[in-house]
């Protein structure tokens, strides 16, 4: 129904900054809620940025406030995770994911649909 391709991740230094973006395809009319969460290994799946389609409003995990910046372009269809002053505990696997119903935007059980992950790497 929904397909979602991420890209821009890589390897970079500490300090650097990256910018992901995800593109949605499909049946997209209807996704109400965007959002990034990241896993690093052994470690559990945790939320790093959400935007509301329709208004723009974001939301941020308290460890990436003033340093991501979750952006929405609707023509598109697409949004991005601009990174900076990225730091080694940045590194994970970074998920886009679409939600269809209003939920709690922070929890990954809000969100129907996932892309295939791109990695981030920060080395120090």
């Known amino acids: 129904q929904v397909q979602l391709v991420e890209s821009g991740g890589g390897l970079v230094q500490a300090g650097g900054s990256l910018r992901l973006s995800c593109a949605a395809s499909g049946r997209t009319s209807n996704i109400l809620t965007m959002g990034w969460f990241r896993q690093a290994p052994g470690k559990e799946r945790e939320f790093v940025a959400a935007i509301k389609r329709s208004t723009g409003n974001t939301f941020y995990a308290n460890s990436v406030k003033g340093r991501f910046t979750i952006s929405r372009d609707n023509a598109k269809i697409t949004v991005y995770l601009q990174m900076n002053s990225l730091k080694p505990e940045d590194t994970a696997v970074y998920y886009c994911?679409?939600?269809?119903?209003?939920?709690?935007?922070?929890?990954?059980?809000?969100?129907?649909?996932w892309g295939q992950g791109t990695q981030v790497t920060v080395s120090s």
């Open positions: 994911a679409a939600a269809f119903l209003p939920a709690t935007y922070y929890y990954a059980g809000s969100y129907t649909y």
